[in-house]
């Protein structure tokens, strides 16, 4: 089997597709246009975020068997299209799912104990304690919205909070020990941490309006480690204004180009974004929560294990 490496990823990937006799081709710079010339001749592509791979280019890899991206979401792939084909899709959500779990506790023990602000004010060499007086997570009900391998993950590292964990999902019967899963408006009616935890799909793209976030009955705060156009940050920093919404913790933004690799699209920062740098009340990453070194290996050995179990 020839495989074409589309992105940089863990060594391990290609050392482990070597000893099953794959043929492991890297290209990480040649144009789209470019590739569609020799795509033809691959068996398989291993991908991250580089590019979509569309209609057309999959025309063009006419013996391709699979695609294998790095990362937990397919939505960079016509993935309808492609099964069409006949061809495997394959990700790794189990790959980082630890690692996105403990991002997202992180930023909200961050928001909660306002330690960006602290430690920005101590290093400026302001002692102000009552300024910095935060808040206790426990008592707190915190609502997850998509409750797969990420929003399970999540509620798993919340087990050690006395905390009331709710999830929604439109799959039914996926709650567990670790979180009742219940309506979306009975969501809305008791929670006051919410973490989205979605693909990007037509049903989740700008769902975070403002219409959808005055339908909560409490002033709530909101984490966001899944995709970046599921919120309106427009409709954020209203209510971040309005205090409808307490604080914000977003490892992704609306702003971010479809690689994910870049932020702007365009070269001038939005009005609205420029809101969210100055805002005490809302951390920012940049679309690392599950970038962490021991991921980067797991990733590739999640990869790995699905092309064996599929193609050997």
């Not at 699209?265 to 940049?286: D, G, W």
Request: proline letters at 3%; hydrophobic letters at 40%.
């Amino acid at each position: 089997m020839k495989i074409l490496h589309l992105d940089s990823n863990h060594p391990l990937l290609i050392q482990q597709l070597n000893a099953l006799g794959c043929i492991n081709d890297t290209d990480y710079t040649s144009s789209k246009l470019n590739l569609l010339n020799r795509i033809q001749d691959y068996d398989g592509i291993v991908i991250r975020s580089r590019f979509s791979i569309d209609e057309t280019f999959i025309d063009a890899a006419t013996n391709l068997k699979f695609i294998a991206r790095v990362g937990a979401g397919v939505e960079n792939i016509n993935s309808n299209y492609a099964q069409k084909q006949g061809i495997h899709l394959i990700a790794a959500p189990e790959g980082n799912r630890n690692a996105v779990a403990e991002h997202t506790l992180g930023m909200l023990l961050c928001l909660f104990n306002k330690l960006n602000m602290a430690n920005s004010n101590v290093k400026a060499g302001k002692w102000l304690r009552e300024a910095h007086r935060g808040f206790e997570l426990d008592g707190h009900t915190v609502g997850l919205i998509g409750y797969g391998h990420m929003g399970k993950a999540f509620a798993k590292k919340l087990r050690g909070f006395d905390v009331e964990v709710l999830c929604y999902d439109i799959k039914k019967d996926l709650g567990d020990a670790n979180a009742k899963q219940v309506s979306l408006p009975e969501l809305k009616k008791e929670t006051t941490v919410l973490s989205l935890h979605t693909p990007q799909t037509p049903l989740t793209l700008n769902m975070v309006n403002a219409a959808f976030i005055n339908e909560f009955k409490h002033p709530f705060w909101l984490l966001n480690t899944a995709r970046g156009k599921s919120i309106v940050t427009k409709d954020l920093v209203a209510a971040l204004q309005s205090k409808k919404i307490l604080g914000a913790g977003l490892d992704v933004l609306e702003y971010e180009k479809s690689s994910f690799e870049n932020l702007f699209s365009t070269s001038q920062p939005p009005e609205a974004f420029q809101y969210l740098i100055h805002a005490e009340n809302v951390l920012l990453s940049p679309h690392v929560a599950g970038w962490t070194m021991e991921s980067k290996e797991r990733l590739a050995k999640v990869i790995v294990s699905k092309i064996e179990a599929i193609f050997y």
